[in-house]
Each structure stands twice: as C-alpha cells, then as structure tokens.
C-alpha cells in the first residue's frame, strides 16, 4: 500500500487498511465511472426532483457490502460506527472527495446527514434513535439540517429568529429558513430545526432549541431550491422553507430546551474537516485533470505542449504545494480531535476550514484555465466542483469567523510573550553591564 505523503498509512490499523485498499478500489472501478451515468439517469425538468439514479442504490449495495459504510461514526459511537479514528476516515474521505457526488452518499457518509446522525447517535434518546437514527444508519432516509435563515446574519446563531413557541404537549413552530440541503429529496423524511425557545434569557447562548420535524408535517412549505452559480444540486437541493404554526411533540426536542447550541457545536466540530478532507480529494482530481490535459498531444499552443510552457509547470507546482499543505492542516486537525476532541481542537479545525476551501479553490481554477473554455463547461467537473468550493467558504462557519476565532486565540498569548520578552531584555541589559 503506497505512503501518504504525510501520513504512513501501512502504520495504521489493519482494519483501516482494508477498508482504504477496498474504498480505492471502489473510487476507481465504480464510483468514478458510474459518474456519466447518474447523469444520464436524473430525471428532466421537475422530474429531477423526484427520480432518484437507480446506480446509486446499487452502489450503495456494494458499498455496504464492503463494510464501506457510515465510516464517518467513530469509535466512540459503538456498534453505531465504523471504529475508525478521525485520521483514517479523513484518509477514506479524501478519496471520497474524488467523486464527491457520489461515492460519500454511496457510503452513506454524505452531508448533512453525516452531522445529523451523530446529533441523534450523541444526544438522542433511545426513542429518537430508534426513530430516527436506525434507518439513517441503514440508507432507508435522508435528512436536512435547518438553520440558516434569509433575515439576519446567519454566520452568527444567536441572531436566528424561528421560534418555537410551547404549547402543552406541542411545540409550535414559525419561521423561515433557507439554504436547507437535503430538503429537495423525496427520501428526506426528517428537519432538525434550531430555533428560540426563549428569546429573552439574558445568556444569549441559551436562548436556542433543536428539535426534530418529520418532513411530511403540515405547515411545512417549502418555497424554492436555491442556486449556487446556476447549480440547484437536484434531488437533494438546498432549499429555501416556511414553517408556519407546525406542530410536533415535545418529546421532540433534542437534549432539553436551551441547549441547541451546545448540541450544533458537537455537531459541527467534526463536521467541519469532513468538508475539508473532501476538499483534498477534489483538489487532486482537479490536478490530475489539470496534467491529462496539458501533456495532451493534441493541445499545443504557439508550437509547444502546454506542459512545455512555464507558466503551466510552475502552476502544476504550485497546486501540489497548496495540496499538500491543506493536507497536513486537516489531518492535523483530525488527529488533535482524536487527541482531545473537537472542543480541544478549535484552533486547528479552523486552520483547516479556512484554507482547504480557498486551496481548492485555486487549484480548481488553475485546472480550469489550462482547460480553456472546457474548464468551465459542463463536459469536466471543474465548474460544480468550484461552485460546491465557493459554498464551502460559508459552510459551518464562514472565513471570517474563523479567522476571527484562530486571531483572538492567539491574541491570548500575548501577555505571556511579552512577559517573556520583557525578561529577555532584562536579562540581556544585566549581561551588558557586567561587560
């Protein structure tokens, strides 16, 4: 088995082992090739929205088959999960991330119900499990994700305004999101909402609630798919919806009122590198399409190969640095959560949020360039991949607010090194004066 360039997987766990040599073989032989035709297989028009690609039920068969199934669940889940440390499901991931539109539902390890799993399988209680986390567990259902929402400045929950409002046995609930994924397809048959349940508590971080919403529940409108570059991302959608005095038990409540936040922090801790691990693997693809085309023959420009101008070379290079990079910054990332779990490993997952996205980004736009007017055409992935990159600066936590997080963390260093500093010169001055 090859060495990754920064972590020696034959080191790893046998297990892992096989399930990597198994997941390569299956990126390779299934997912990729079975691309062109999911493709051809998506319903027309509003069809789309409604016809799911038989290939991808045969390749979930196969992948469950293999054992290459919910690998994202890691050993703290039990029977629940996989057993993988967040190291070697990064290292799955990034494989993963080469076909990103299918092989991580094909897996059953696609967003958002990757997040909304470990909500249930963390915080849920047996009843809710049994409800809702079996058959996600096994494909049967898809879920959304509800909380950001059109009137205020999502990138900071607090301001979310949905309220969910008890009324006896009920919670009633009104609101609008948007940008809800998942909620498009026909298989998704549960919201996790997060809104207030108690607007004017002096702890702003207490304010908030999740519950669960069965998605057939009356007063749930859903008023449009949301486009990224042109892209709706059918059947699955990112979905703009009203709720409007829609009524579910209050056994539905995740954790107990008031702890929503405390519940999307877990959920979101390692949530946030599963994107950047798919980063990688798109990024790599992207390189590898980028180096097919420019040592075609049949591309030359101004009498050359363009793998023979160097402009070309120094961006081929350029790519593989910023990759590898990225590369260290996540599993580095993976591996302080495995240390000390997400809350102990905000510095790093931030580190790696913010730049897996805009490293794609680049080499995604290089590929693009050395590919003329293909790049941005629907006849290579380069186009979607960079949509779905672009998203991915807001996802989880826009740039800002985690640059603002790694900032003022290392803000807090400052009085001890400016105490140490201060010694040093003390030190030096007392040195000179005995000169």
């Not at 669960?212 to 749930?220: E, K, L, Q, R, S």
């Not at 949509?387 to 997080?405: C, M």
Request: aromatic share 6%; proline share 5%; glycine share 8%.
């Amino acid at each position: 088995m090859a060495t990754n360039s920064i972590v020696d997987i034959t080191k790893l766990s046998p297990k892992f082992q096989d399930l990597y040599a198994k997941a390569k073989d299956f990126l390779e032989n299934d997912c990729i090739p079975a691309e062109r035709i999911y493709n051809l297989q998506m319903g027309k028009g509003d069809d789309r929205w409604k016809v799911i690609p038989p290939i991808m039920e045969e390749l979930k068969a196969k992948a469950r088959s293999l054992g290459l199934w919910n690998l994202f669940l890691g050993r703290e889940y039990g029977a629940y999960g996989a057993g993988l440390t967040n190291v070697e499901y990064g290292l799955i991931a990034e494989l993963s991330g080469k076909s990103v539109k299918i092989m991580p539902e094909a897996m059953n390890c696609s967003a958002p119900d990757t997040g909304n799993m470990e909500v249930f399988a963390k915080y849920g209680t047996q009843a809710q499990k049994d409800k809702w986390l079996v058959p996600l567990l096994n494909g049967k259902i898809r879920s959304a994700f509800a909380m950001t929402e059109p009137a205020v400045a999502s990138s900071d929950a607090t301001n979310i305004e949905l309220n969910i409002r008890r009324e006896g046995n009920e919670y009633v609930i009104n609101g609008r999101k948007w940008w809800i994924s998942g909620a498009g397809d026909p298989r998704c048959a549960v919201h996790l909402v997060m809104g207030k349940t108690d607007p004017d508590n002096s702890n702003r971080y207490k304010q908030q609630s999740l519950v669960i919403v069965p998605a057939d529940t009356p007063g749930i409108t859903v008023v449009r798919p949301m486009q990224v570059f042109g892209y709706d991302d059918a059947p699955e959608g990112h979905m703009e919806i009203i709720y409007k005095d829609v009524r579910v038990p209050v056994e539905n409540i995740i954790l107990g009122e008031g702890r929503g936040f405390e519940v999307i922090q877990g959920r979101l801790g390692p949530g946030r590198i599963h994107h950047c691990m798919r980063c990688i693997g798109m990024a790599e693809r992207s390189l590898e399409y980028m180096l097919a085309r420019v040592t075609d023959p049949s591309k030359r420009t101004f009498g050359k190969s363009l793998s023979e101008h160097g402009t070309v070379v120094a961006d081929i290079a350029t790519s593989r640095i910023e990759i590898d990079q990225s590369r260290f910054l996540v599993l580095n990332a993976a591996q302080k959560i495995d240390e000390v779990k997400a809350k102990g490993a905000l510095k790093e997952i931030s580190m790696a949020k913010i730049s897996a996205p805009n490293m794609l980004l680049r080499v995604l736009d290089r590929s693009m360039q050395a590919h003329g007017a293909a790049g941005i055409s629907q006849d290579f992935p380069l186009a979607h991949y960079y949509a779905s990159a672009r998203t991915l600066r807001y996802a989880d936590g826009p740039d800002e607010v985690h640059r603002n997080q790694l900032g003022r963390n290392e803000l807090k260093r400052a009085a001890e090194i400016a105490d140490r500093l201060k010694a040093q010169k003390a030190k030096s001055e007392d040195l000179i004066s005995k000169l």
